[in-house]
């Protein structure tokens, strides 16, 4: 008899445990929302939410399972996004293009404040399939995304991922706004405007295109000015020249992605002379004075794709 007391004593016990979890797991459940969850309970993202309500978005920002980081707009930002573009309410704004614009500011990954770094991060939002729409970050001095978005409140963790307040909706960039918000471009950016040139290649890389550029870092801007004598800047640097070699880092009416490139094919650029790209142990440009390392690929604009080369590449 004492033995099956003391057994029944444990069973109790264990049964009371499992209660107790059970009730401990139901606790943190409540105590833990989801990106939606957190977005209703908090008034200055009613916009936001009827956002996504209106974008079908509610189960993919509801699923526990995910693991996501949300730039949130606040209120104020979408007011002002809908009086730049001319919508009076949500309503005016297709869904379409309100699903990727919200998708755009959603990282498939959890990046808490102390994990982002200064870099591209690649979004939910598409340029085309498996082709997903990036954004610049800037950690310098704080938090801003493709140079004109900054982060106000950070690091709101909730049940699937976490969630950092943002003063204005974040638009889909394009490949010279990636350009313009990484100071590594800053360079490339100065040469691109410089104010003789007779190309407009701002106003060409901001059209429809699709184009594939690739980007020189300031460092090969650097050492091209260190490879001639005569060329102390930018503006030493005749204006032929200068236009004939960033015309020779463009390819027009082609997003070309890394997967896409084949080896040692000849690839035509706006400037009109080819190049080959080595695939193996590079990749490396071949160019036709001199060779250049990618060292990034595959950053995608809603207008092209920008890999970053370290350096200039010469016709």
Known sequence: MKVHSYAWSVLMM???????????????SMEDPTIVEFAQDNANFSTLVDAVVAAGLVDALNDRSANLTLFAPTNAA?????????????????????????LYHVLPTTE???????????TLAEYATDAPLSFFVNTDGGVSIN???????ADDEVANGVIHTVNAVIAPANV???????????????????ADLTVDFVGTLSGDGPFTVFAPTN????????????????????????????????????????????????????????FSIDLDGGPTINAGSNTAEIIATDVQGTNGVVHAIDAVILP
Request: with cysteine; charged share 15%; aromatic share 10%.
């Open 176 to 194: 010279v706004t990636f350009a313009v918000a990484n100071p590594n471009f800053s360079i490339l950016v100065a040469a691109l405007t410089r």
């Open 147 to 153: 140079g004109a978005v900054t982060v106000t409140a």
């Open 112 to 122: 808490t404040s102390d994990k982002l770094e200064s870099n591209y991060y690649n």
């Open 219 to 274: 460092a090969a801007f650097e050492a091209l000015l260190a490879s001639n004598n005569e060329w102390n800047t930018l503006d030493d640097i005749p204006v032929a020249t200068l236009e004939a070699v960033l015309s020779y880092h463009v390819v027009a009416g082609a997003n070309v992605r890394a997967g896409d490139i084949v080896d040692d094919a000849p690839v035509t650029s706006f400037q009109g002379s080819t």
């Open 14 to 28: 264990l049964a009371l445990s499992f209660t107790f979890l059970a009730c401990d797991d139901d606790d943190n």
């Open 78 to 102: 979408f007011d002002a996004f809908l009086a730049a573009n001319n919508f009076n309410s949500l309503s005016d704004v297709p869904v379409d293009v309100l699903r990727t614009v919200l």
